[in-house]
């Protein structure tokens, strides 16, 4: 599905290998998401970070798990097959590198390509960067430190050897009490 129906639009589906801080290589996480880019639009998205500079296939991943805040982090088995396609349609091109990364480099063929394609491009990088703002609101460092701070609290309370029922309960109640308060905010 496309990203720009909103998150509710797109999760739901099976796990994938990244586990729970990020997405596997079709975009899918714990939570289920669905493919953050089919094929094409992943091509496009790897030609344009090439275009701002040559990069390595581990680059490239690192790239756009970082405009996402860590959301979405293809896999090799995705980027790197890529890579080989756009290398075979003549958009990019290897380039001398030290080691044994394969640098690789956008051609004019590619820098062509991608000026036909700036709108849709444009907005698959507002896609990406909508994925990251997502995240940033949705997990928070205050709230995770925050539950955080209440876990922590809790093992502690928990692991003395005082923790009679009647105090068990009133634990319970003000974590539920909690829970409505946040429910009800607007």
Excluded: C
């Amino acid at each position: 599905m496309r990203f720009g129906m909103g998150y509710g639009a797109w999760t739901g589906g099976h796990h994938s290998r990244r586990g729970h801080h990020g997405m596997g290589e079709d975009g899918e996480g714990r939570r289920g998401r669905r493919r953050v880019f089919d094929g094409g639009e992943l091509r496009l998205v790897l030609l344009r970070l090439i275009a701002d500079q040559p990069r390595h296939g581990y680059d490239l991943i690192r790239a756009i798990e970082e405009r996402t805040g860590g959301a979405y982090a293809p896999s090799p088995g995705v980027i790197y097959p890529t890579l080989t396609l756009l290398d075979d349609m003549g958009l990019i091109g290897e380039q001398q590198s030290e080691g044994a990364k394969k640098l690789f480099a956008v051609t004019p063929a590619g820098e062509a390509h991608l000026a036909e394609r700036t709108d849709e491009i444009d907005g698959l990088f507002a896609r990406l960067d909508a994925l990251g703002e997502h995240r940033a609101r949705t997990e928070g460092g205050s709230i995770r430190r925050a539950m955080g701070n209440l876990r922590q609290v809790l093992v502690n309370r928990m692991s003395e050897g005082d923790v009679d029922e009647d105090r068990l309960h009133a634990i319970v109640q003000v974590i539920d009490e909690a829970a409505q308060k946040i429910e009800r905010l607007k």
